[in-house]
């Protein structure tokens, strides 16, 4: 497939470049400075890809990338959430330019454009409630609005689908192809945390639940190398079971 990689750069968005090649998708790579991703990729693999520069809140020129590489779809990594509840990072302003820019070069292409997204694990739910995890434990709240505005999308506009990692590590700073990872694959849920870890403590009023999800949290650390694995797995068709949801992950073999 055709994708366009936005924030190729970024400590996922490289791992991403490795893992879509690996994959047989051809790439086209908006970043802000092409000086930059030279820089960080072996000159066999820069080589293999397209690269346009430009800022990722300008919505025109990532629809035009879009169309002018015709691209089917678009994974965007650019933007990182700030941490704590009052914090303010670029990330929704990128997310709502790239949102739009899916959502038109659609229209004028007449079919939706398949879309990978990242938010946190925050924005999935508390298995067996309406709740999600981030009304217990408040951090990196920017996903929370950006998921709003996938969800008030009307219909067949944009064909997307929203990650949900914790925290991410580095398994290498070795950028190859094919890549070479040491850890399986991802376990996937859609909406909720897979293999949620439960506890009769999730009923302390007040704050069982928020005790409940900092039990679960370390369980739901994945490498950055994995989670691109999968994104770029997915790709290979289409059709993917996780059209229109969010998605949790966890190392099966944890
Ligand atoms: N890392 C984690 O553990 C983790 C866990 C859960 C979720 N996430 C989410 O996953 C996503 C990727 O994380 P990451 O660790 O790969 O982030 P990162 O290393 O900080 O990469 C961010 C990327 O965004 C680009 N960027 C930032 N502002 C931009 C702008 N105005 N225009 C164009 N590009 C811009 C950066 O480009 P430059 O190189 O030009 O600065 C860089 O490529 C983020 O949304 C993050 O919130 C991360
Ligand atoms: C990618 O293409 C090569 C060469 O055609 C093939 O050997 C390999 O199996 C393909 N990889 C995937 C993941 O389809």
């Known amino acids: 497939m055709k994708v366009l990689l936005i924030g190729a750069t970024g400590n996922l968005g490289l791992r991403l470049v490795a893992a879509l090649l690996t994959h047989n998708h051809s790439i086209t790579a908006f ?10 990729l072996p000159a066999s693999i820069y080589s293999h890809l397209e690269v346009i520069q430009g800022v990722a809140t ?18 965007n990594t650019a933007g990182l959430a700030a941490l704590p509840p009052w914090g303010r990072s ?26 990978w997204f990242l938010a946190g694990l925050g924005v999935l739910y508390f ?11 408040p951090i990196y709240l920017e996903h929370r609005q950006n998921l709003q505005l996938l969800k008030s999308l009307p219909q067949d506009s944009v064909d997307w689908s929203m990650l949900c990692p914790s925290t991410m590590t580095p398994e290498s700073s070795d950028v190859t ?47 950055l190398e994995q989670n691109a694995e999968f994104i770029a797995s997915d790709l290979e ?18």
């Open 237 to 254: 068709s289409l059709e993917s079971r996780w059209s229109g949801t969010t998605v949790g992950v966890i190392d099966g073999s944890k």
């Open 177 to 223: 192809v094919p890549t070479k990872t040491s850890q399986g694959k991802l376990v996937a849920n859609a909406a909720t945390p897979p293999a949620w870890q439960d506890s009769w403590i999730k009923h302390i009023p007040l704050i069982g639940k928020t005790i409940l999800c900092a039990m679960n949290a370390g369980r739901y650390e994945t490498t």
């Open 31 to 40: 970043v802000r400075s092409s000086a930059k991703l030279s820089s960080l």
């Open 127 to 137: 298995p067996g409630s309406e709740k999600m995890l981030s009304d217990y434990v």
């Open 58 to 75: 300008d919505s025109a020129s990532i629809k035009k990338a879009i169309l002018d590489s015709n691209c089917d779809a678009v994974v």
């Open 90 to 115: 670029d990330l929704p302003a990128i997310f709502r330019a790239v949102v739009e820019a899916v959502r038109e070069a659609g229209v004028e292409r007449e079919r939706p454009l398949r879309a």
